[in-house]
Structure formats: structure tokens, C-alpha cells
């Protein structure tokens, strides 16, 4: 049960602490690493631009891997004496520890609460305000967006994040340990800085299309908790469940459809991106209370997750082999 117990303990850390200054964050290091050698990109050829791309990748995952495996196997070195401090050092502490390194790959409380300052700004009738904190979600153009789109990229952003901010992390450490969240979370650095079309077009594609394949089961996984939270969160089971049969495939993203459109259906709302696509029925009009909605969902969903983590893991810790 230890890596249920690490998973929970870096969740309250999250909710407690949020995320430490960037200067104490490793994924914002990485960050700086990517933007470092994005300026030094070649700035043309198709092929030395995918080489180099494959270079950034590389980099930001060696930088991230190396110093979370050591930290793992260092955890594991820790005494483990009969006598104190032996038995606490080996336990609390390593626990304590471990959760604060996996929290640094995930980070639930600043999606919600970005999510719930768009609400707030939208609440007070401040749409412009509202765009300018947008961006902390999306990364789409949000100048000239009207209210009902700017409360739909948020929960658009909700939903699609539930992947990419917590589950990914967090099924990549209960398969693979801390090396296997560290390496997923350089992944999506490199892809969310430079894996989109424009000048990065070819240097962000080894990058788009790896985090695609990572995102590939989680994603899936993801859509599945929005559906089963959808009664937790006040929505519709079945809403969730039609629109996700529909509309999964409607994006772009081989992924972001999945829980998009589970929450769209959840929701009973049609959430737009102006010439992309559309997701749902617009049962109900979104508004900032459907952000807050969307937050409750998420949350739901994320409860749902560590409460099935517990339920694998204590069968195995019974004796009982889980499903395959």
C-alpha cells in the first residue's frame, strides 16, 4: 500500500501547499532548459529542425530523469535498523519525501484554481479580466473571446488537464515509480512549449507526438473517472457517457476529446472552440457556475482515481491478483 499512501500524502500536499516558487521547482528548471535551447533552434530545414526537436526531448528528460531516479533509490538506501531512528526513517520520512518529489510532477491545485479565477473575473462582470487569466489554461488566442467562450475554454482546460496535470503523473508513478512521473512530466514541458504548429512546427513534433502516445491510456482512463464522477459532481451519468460515444473523436487531439466531451455530456453543455469543433448539446448555457461545476467534477474524478489506486494495490496487499 506504500505507493497509495505516497499518492494520497503528495494530494494533500498539493491541496495544502501548492506549487514552491519556480526558482525550487524542478519542472520549472526544465522549462528554463527547454527555452534555452528552443532559442538556438535552427531556424530553418525541416529535418535539422525534427533532429534538433528530438535533442530538446532528449535533454529535458535526461535532466529530469536522472536526479528523480537517484532521488528513488537514495529513499530506498534509507536505514532500515530495528531501532529508532531506523524503522521512521525508512518509513515516515521516506514517505514524506517521496511525496513531496511526486508532487512536483502533478499539480491539481493550481488547475482548479486557475480555473476558478476565470469564474471569479466572469462572476464580476470583468470579461476582460477574464481573458487575461485565461491564458493560465489555454494557450488559444483569447482577445475578442465573448463570455459564454471564455467559461467554456475553462472547462474545456478542466477536463483536458485532469489528463495531462494529475492522472498521466500520477499512472506513470504506479507503474514506473518517480523516474516514470519525472519522465512524463519533462514530456509535456517540451510539448507544451514548443510542440504546436507555427514556427515550432517540426521542432515541436517529436515532442507532440510522444506526449500523444504517453496520453494515449490515460486520457482514456481520465474520460472513464469524468463519467463515473458525473453524479458526484451533480451531472448526468448518461449525458456523459452518449456525448463521450459522439464526440469523442471531434478534436484534433488524439486525446483531448476524451475528456472533453465525457465533461461535456456531464454537464448537459456544448463547449466550442470557434472553427475547431464542438462538444455536446447545449442543454444548459455555460457559465461561470459551469466552471464550478467543472471543478467539482474534476475533483470528483481525481477521488475516484486514488480510491481505485487503493483498491488495486490492497488486493495485491491481500494476496489477490487484480484483474487483467
Not at 529530469?64 to 531512528?85: D, Q, V
Not at 510532477?105 to 462582470?125: I, K, M, S, W
Not at 455555460?286 to 490492497?314: M, S
Amino acid at each position: 500500500m506504500r505507493r497509495t499512501a505516497v499518492v494520497l500524502a503528495a494530494l494533500v500536499l498539493d491541496l495544502v501547499a501548492g506549487d514552491p516558487p519556480d526558482r525550487w521547482h524542478p519542472v520549472a528548471w526544465v522549462g528554463r532548459l527547454v527555452a534555452w535551447l528552443t532559442r538556438r533552434a535552427p531556424q530553418t530545414g525541416p529535418r535539422r529542425q525534427l533532429a534538433y526537436g528530438l535533442v530538446v526531448v532528449a535533454a529535458a528528460s535526461l535532466a529530469m530523469l536522472g536526479p528523480y531516479r537517484a532521488a528513488e533509490r537514495g529513499l530506498r538506501r534509507l536505514p532500515a535498523g530495528r531501532h529508532w531512528p531506523g524503522p521512521w526513517l525508512r518509513g515516515t520520512l521516506g514517505l514524506a519525501l517521496e511525496a513531496a518529489l511526486l508532487k512536483s510532477t502533478f499539480a491539481l491545485r493550481g488547475l482548479l484554481r486557475a480555473g476558478a479565477q476565470v469564474q471569479r473575473d466572469l462572476e464580476r462582470g470583468d470579461l476582460e479580466q477574464a481573458r487575461q487569466h485565461l491564458p493560465a489554461l489555454v494557450s488559444r488566442d483569447t482577445a475578442g473571446l465573448p463570455t459564454e467562450l471564455v467559461a467554456s475554454a475553462a472547462v474545456e482546460s478542466l477536463a483536458e488537464n485532469l489528463t495531462d496535470s494529475v492522472v498521466a503523473p500520477l499512472l506513470a508513478y504506479r507503474l514506473f515509480g518517480l523516474p516514470g512521473a519525472a519522465l512524463y512530466r519533462a514530456v509535456n514541458t517540451c510539448d507544451a512549449m514548443v510542440g504546436y504548429r507555427g514556427r515550432y512546427e517540426y521542432l515541436g513534433k517529436v515532442a507532440a507526438r510522444l506526449d500523444d502516445a504517453l496520453n494515449l491510456a490515460p486520457a482514456r482512463l481520465s474520460a472513464l473517472l469524468l463519467v463515473a464522477a458525473a453524479p458526484l459532481a451533480g451531472g448526468s451519468l448518461r449525458g456523459a457517457l452518449r456525448i463521450l460515444g459522439r464526440d469523442r473523436d471531434a478534436t484534433a487531439s488524439p486525446n483531448a476529446g476524451w475528456t472533453m466531451s465525457a465533461a461535456a455530456g456531464a454537464l448537459g453543455v456544448q463547449l466550442e472552440k470557434a472553427d475547431h469543433y464542438r462538444l455536446g448539446d447545449p442543454i444548459q448555457p455555460v457559465t461561470p457556475a459551469t466552471i464550478a461545476q467543472a471543478g467539482r467534477l474534476v475533483g470528483a474524478a481525481v477521488g475516484l482515481a486514488v480510491g481505485l489506486l487503493a483498491l488495486w494495490e490492497g488486493r495485491r496487499y491481500a494476496g489477490v491478483s487484480p484483474p487483467r
